[in-house]
């Protein structure tokens, strides 16, 4: 008796195992087809703006911005400035309504740090992405910037950009003046809404 139950089991085991490594292997082709479609979507988020001339400008533009595995990449492509720097800033608002770009608000500071330049050791705002070169007025200019500082819609606040505002100045950051940077009039805006 005990002999016969003792094989019994050991041919139950060998089945169940032959039963184990079939499901592992055909799981693991099925894993490998559907990460070759999936991964690029699971993994990025993105969300094109646009933007829209203020005071009284015609500065206009569109900025993606795209997450892909915690970094953000900001591209703007910003037309009608005149040659030389200007700023660009995410503002606390995604509220472009008032003529003068001023219903976005401040900086975007949820770190409550001083204004600065980004990655400063003495401070900065979560939205003082600083300086760009308009080097021929009559081209787009295409801004570029990343950063693991930011997410898109991740819920944390002092990450998420979502609901804030893209401000361009017809002037320049001087990274000190405090809060803003005395970078002039808001001549373009644009709310970094779904
Ligand atoms: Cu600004
Ligand atoms: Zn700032």
């Not at 019994?8 to 070759?36: F, G, H, Q, R």
């Not at 911005?65 to 910003?78: K, Y």
């Not at 505002?165 to 001087?174: A, E, F, K, L, S």
């Amino acid at each position: 008796m005990k002999k016969s139950i003792v094989a019994s089991l050991l041919i139950l085991s060998v089945l169940a195992c032959k039963k184990e490594v079939k499901k592992t292997e055909t799981n693991s082709t099925e894993e490998s087809k559907t990460e070759k479609t999936q991964e690029p979507i699971k993994n990025s988020v993105s969300l094109s703006i646009q933007l829209s001339p203020k005071s009284g400008s015609s500065v206009s533009g569109t900025a993606e911005f795209v997450e892909t595995d915690g970094v953000v990449q900001m591209t703007a492509e910003i037309k009608g400035l005149v040659e030389g720097s200007h700023a660009i800033h995410i503002h606390d608002k995604g509220d472009c309504s008032s003529a003068d770009g001023k219903s976005s608000g401040g900086h975007w500071n949820p770190t409550a740090q001083p204004h600065g330049k980004w990655g400063a050791e003495t401070g900065y705002h979560k939205g003082d992405i600083g300086n760009f070169i308009v080097e021929n007025s009559e081209n787009e200019t295409i801004v570029e910037f990343s950063t693991n500082e930011w997410c898109i819609g991740c819920g944390d606040d002092t990450k998420d950009i979502l609901g804030k505002g893209v401000i361009v100045h017809q002037g320049v950051d001087d990274f000190t003046s405090q809060p803003s940077g005395a970078a002039g009039s808001r001549v373009s805006c644009g709310g970094i809404i779904e």
